[in-house]
């Protein structure tokens, strides 16, 4: 506890945000305690970008909220506070210098992303942070105060009511701390280790990340012990996550990238998602940026119940016997989150329009008389599309190209501006970027990140309910987040 007029706060979570904190904590004059349960700090850091970490975006800062799918409002005050400019002082600063590539994304000159964080852990020895790996923190310790946060009453029941997970009035007193803003019945005390050790400080600052990829340590057992403090966690589903369709002709185009498409994603009349740009199809279904995109906004509003979850919002233990076959691209219903079904239309030439098209096809079909119209398609799409368009349009693909009737041309048509198929639901966790949903925000203020129902709490990154397309968008959030939380918690 305090000391000397020294603030002693704990992070728990040595990923970006994590490490962001627990520096922005010892540089305002805390003596910061980080823990993290891996070997090394920033193991899912290390895999960002394809290795090279696409670790902000250089747009400006107003147009950042438009990158943010969920909540942008509630980032407004830590982005300002800490944004993108903020950032890459920050890394040219302790060590690693940046570039700006297209469309504003900014990666480290080496391309590597272990330089961003040698960087951090540069910063956090300069700072005297105390860095225990291989340390997972099982629990909170917290304090009953009286309604003015004077004195505190209880202890060792609280205590023990943290370490088993056992759902206390916590909830109860959660409702309460909404009509009564800032006037806290608990105040958190240290944490718990799974070793059974207690650790104790003025502030926890909680960093624990969400679902995804959970082989880099983000196994979202934390959300539990935060349930227990009365905090509601929004569900979690998969985000910035290949698309599943059940299709054997999608299946057939597995490899083929499209370039310069658009897409509308559909629930009945309701547009999901849509845009321009590249896809892939896969074994599975669709990915490419495109679609990650999409996939945050269907996620979020149709997606389903990962499997991958328990009750708690975590992630199972023996997810990985049964769910993480990295070489399994099939439908095994085990690796994919089923939800509402959506529309998905391809548009595979945006720049033309309906009728010229059918002119140019008109035109097309007298000149080619006799040819195949699996030969003659071959000048309209591209790779394996051509082998399984015929089946597509429903069109005999050894029918010569006179013989098409005005449907028939209506059909390809109608394909090659709005190619049809059904969405089913989503790849799993283990194969998305960012998990959508967490800690509710609504119980957290927005300036300090601090919780509304237990005073001294913190939270940053991924674990709240916040979350962004790519471009570094995500990182940015972890930092701005880490940083405001850091600062807030050190005062
Ligand atoms: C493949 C991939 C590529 C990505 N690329 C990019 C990119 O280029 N740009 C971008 O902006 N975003 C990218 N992201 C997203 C980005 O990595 C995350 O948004 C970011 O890592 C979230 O940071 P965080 O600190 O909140 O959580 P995490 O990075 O998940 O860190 C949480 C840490 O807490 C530790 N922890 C968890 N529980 C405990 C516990 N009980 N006790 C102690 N320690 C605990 C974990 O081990 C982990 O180290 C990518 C994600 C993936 C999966």
């Known amino acids: 506890m305090e000391c000397d007029g020294v603030r002693n706060v704990i992070v728990i979570g040595a990923g970006p945000a994590g490490m962001m904190a627990a520096i922005a904590a010892s540089d305002k004059g805390a003596a910061v305690t980080l823990f993290e349960s891996n070997e090394k700090a920033g193991k899912k850091l290390f895999i960002t970008g394809k290795g090279r970490c696409n670790l902000t975006n250089d747009c400006p800062t107003e147009e ?63 700072n005297g942070v105390k860095f225990v790996k291989n340390c997972r923190v099982a629990g909170l310790l917290r304090e009953a105060v009286d309604f003015e946060g004077l004195h505190s009453t209880d202890l060792a029941r609280n205590e023990t009511d943290i370490q088993s997970g056992f759902l206390t009035d916590a909830n109860e007193s959660g409702k309460k701390e909404k009509k009564k803003k800032l006037q806290y019945k608990y105040r958190v005390m240290g944490v718990l280790l799974e070793s059974g050790e207690k650790f104790y400080s003025d502030a926890v600052i909680v960093a624990t990340g969400g679902v995804s990829y959970p082989v880099t340590g983000s196994d979202g057992i934390f959300f539990r012990t935060l349930t227990t403090l009365g905090h509601s966690i929004k569900p979690l589903r998969p985000a910035l996550v290949p698309l599943v369709i059940k299709d054997e002709n999608c299946r057939k185009m597995q490899g083929l990238a499209l370039k310069n498409v658009s897409i509308e994603l559909k629930n009945g009349k309701k547009i999901i998602s849509e845009g321009f740009g590249e896809l892939l199809f896969t074994h599975f279904g669709i990915s490419g940026p495109l679609i990650l995109t999409a996939s945050s906004e269907y996620s979020r509003k149709y997606g389903g119940v990962s499997r991958m979850l328990d009750e708690n919002n975590a992630i199972r233990k023996d997810y990985s016997k049964k769910f993480d076959k990295s070489n399994d691209f099939g439908h095994n219903e085990n690796i994919c989150v089923s939800g509402e079904t959506a529309d998905l239309y391809i548009d595979l030439k945006p720049a033309v329009k309906e009728e010229d098209l059918e002119k140019r096809i008109i035109k097309e079909l007298e000149a080619n008389g006799n040819k195949l119209f699996k030969n003659y398609i071959a000048t309209l799409v591209p790779g394996k599309m051509r082998e399984v368009f015929p089946d597509i349009a429903g069109i005999d693909p050894e029918k010569p190209v006179n013989k098409i009737t005005r449907e028939e041309r209506q059909a390809i048509i109608r394909n090659l501006k709005g190619m049809h198929f059904v969405v089913s639901g989503t790849r799993d966790f283990n194969e998305a970027i960012i998990t959508s949903g967490g800690v509710n925000v609504k119980e957290v203020d927005p300036h300090t990140l601090e919780s509304k129902l237990t005073k001294g709490l913190y939270f940053a990154g991924e674990m709240l309910d916040v979350d962004a397309y790519t471009g570094g968008f995500n990182l940015q959030i972890a930092w701005s987040t880490g940083h405001a939380a850091g600062v807030a918690a050190a005062e």
Do not use: M, Q, W
Request: proline content about 5%; aromatic content about 14%.
């Open 64 to 126: 950042f909220f438009s990158h943010v799918v969920n909540n942008p409002k509630f980032l407004y005050s830590s982005i300002y506070a800490f944004d993108h400019d903020e950032v890459k002082k920050f890394f040219e600063k302790n060590g690693c210098p940046l570039k700006t590539e297209r469309a504003d994304r900014v990666f480290p000159v080496s391309d590597r992303s272990a330089d961003v964080i040698s960087a951090l852990e540069r910063k956090l020895k300069k």
